[in-house]
């Protein structure tokens, strides 16, 4: 069976990684202006496709439990950025994004954020879809509250990263708050 997956949203395509995509991916997660928001630190080519390999490998398993997908602005399939809906709990998913500098404000990641929530509920039938921010990442709870989602809380020490724990800021959204959108 055959688990690949490719989204269409408005400006952007969704679609599982290949290793061929190590430069564009190292052009994001090499970047410390990037993974100063992430949960990990910046990492090198070895890093990079480590992770790709790990990706492509959750992709195939069954059930699938993690869609960690490229971000690609048509027509050009190179990877601007990653997003990502991990499936816990009942009927609930973690979604994360990141995007390369170069491509911020054009509003790729809250395209690519919308198409797989709507993809989340509509397809994986998912109840509850859960974003943990850094409370100083503006351009993301303003991302995150533009799609409807709501602050819970905030998870002391919640990721250890650059040499520090960091706060998350906690948001949701329920497939009956999106469908209502």
């Avoid at 994001?28 to 890093?47: E, Q």
């Avoid at 911020?104 to 993809?119: N, P, R, S």
Wanted: with cysteine.
């Amino acid at each position: 069976m055959n688990n690949a997956i490719c989204l269409e949203g408005e400006s952007v395509t969704l679609r599982d990684f290949t290793l061929e995509d190590t430069d564009d991916v190292l052009k994001i997660a090499g970047d410390d202006r990037v993974t100063r928001w992430l949960s990990y630190d910046s990492r090198d080519r070895d890093g990079v496709r480590a992770m790709l390999e790990g990706a492509a490998t959750r992709a195939k398993e069954i059930p699938r439990n993690e869609y960690y997908l490229a971000v690609a602005a048509p027509p050009s399939d190179n990877v601007i950025g990653f997003c990502r809906i991990g499936l816990s709990g009942v009927q609930a998913g973690k979604l994360g994004y990141a995007l390369a500098p170069t491509e911020w404000g054009k509003g790729y990641a809250t395209d690519a954020a919308k198409t797989l929530i709507q993809f989340g509920f509509q397809d994986l039938g998912l109840h509850r879809i859960s974003a943990a921010i850094g409370p100083d990442n503006a351009p993301s709870i303003k991302l995150v509250e533009a799609l409807g989602f709501t602050r819970e809380g905030v998870l002391r020490d919640h990721v250890f990263t650059n040499g520090a724990w960091r706060d998350s800021v906690l948001f949701s959204l329920l497939e009956q708050e999106w469908q209502a959108r």
